[in-house]
């Protein structure tokens, strides 16, 4: 597809795939990129939200709605086939789908809720990478650009978060893989770092979260669409670029120091 319908939006005519696009941080990547003239495959557990946040960019007809479960292997490969049928290529992967666990001592964590974990964030993860690797190998123009949700947490834990932070972790060595390995096909892997975006997940944030000193504190929140336009500005930049790691976080959180 080309670039050349639209001399003002560079980016019109690219493809990208967002999981986990009906909230928060994926609703908000989402609506940038619809806005930035990109056609979008909206993706996540139930098509209401996903059709809503099409309806909401002003750019329906460019946007395709899929439910889809990225720890299933085969709905993440029904996903692609999807986009593929109706878009033609795939530019651009926003690895994003994730969920939390309960903030409870490591030793009372479920095994059912520490799988779930694993499989969401960790497995769902590879599984996206593994079709997007697949499909980008093969198109004209070859390649395309994987950008991996990963989280402060990557880096720094917070209290009672064994699992979450375990999946952040593995997240970083997704991506230094896959960027190895997509050399070759001109596919570029990055991961973003994100902190304190406000929405539904980090709304407790605002109430007060458990420090690792033990005490509770109420912590700053950023608005979320600055992590949407970050993320753009990542996917804008020519193959021949990456931006390998990108922490975006509110100025005033605890995290650089001692808090």
């Known amino acids: 597809m080309s670039d050349s319908s639209n001399a003002s939006n560079p980016n019109t005519g690219k493809v990208a795939i967002i999981t986990g696009a009906g909230s928060g941080v994926g609703k908000a990547v989402a609506l940038a990129f619809l806005r930035a003239g990109y056609s ?17 960019s002003g750019a329906a007809e460019r946007a395709l709605a899929v439910s889809t479960n990225v720890a299933d292997p ?27 666990a309960p903030g409870v ?30 499909q980008m190998k093969v198109q004209s123009p070859q390649g395309g650009r994987i950008i991996n949700n990963g989280s402060i947490s990557a880096t720094t834990p917070r209290p ?26 001109n596919i570029a892997v990055g991961q973003i770092d994100i902190g304190n975006a406000a929405t539904e997940m980090a709304a407790r944030m605002a109430t007060g979260i458990l420090q690792a000193h033990g005490e509770v504190a109420i912590e700053p929140l950023m608005d979320v669409n600055v992590v949407g336009q970050s993320v753009l500005y990542m996917a804008s930049l020519p193959l021949e670029a990456n931006v390998m790691f990108h922490t975006v976080m509110a100025t005033k959180m605890p995290f650089a120091g001692r808090g």
């Not at 497995?123 to 079709?131: E, K, R």
């Open 74 to 100: 085969a709905s993440v490969a029904a996903l692609f086939a999807a986009t593929v049928a109706r878009f033609g290529r795939v530019d651009v992967l926003f690895n994003n789908a994730g969920v939390s």
């Open 160 to 185: 009672n978060s064994i699992a979450y932070t375990a999946t952040k972790h593995a997240v970083t060595g997704l991506t230094k893989t896959a960027s190895l390995d997509g050399r070759k096909h």
């Open 105 to 134: 001592p490591l030793e009372e964590l479920s095994i059912d809720i520490w799988k779930n974990v694993v499989d969401t964030n960790l497995s769902g993860m590879f599984y996206c990478i593994q079709q997007a690797f697949k």
């Open 40 to 56: 979008v495959a909206l993706t996540g557990r139930r098509l209401e939200p996903l059709q809503a946040v099409a309806a909401e």
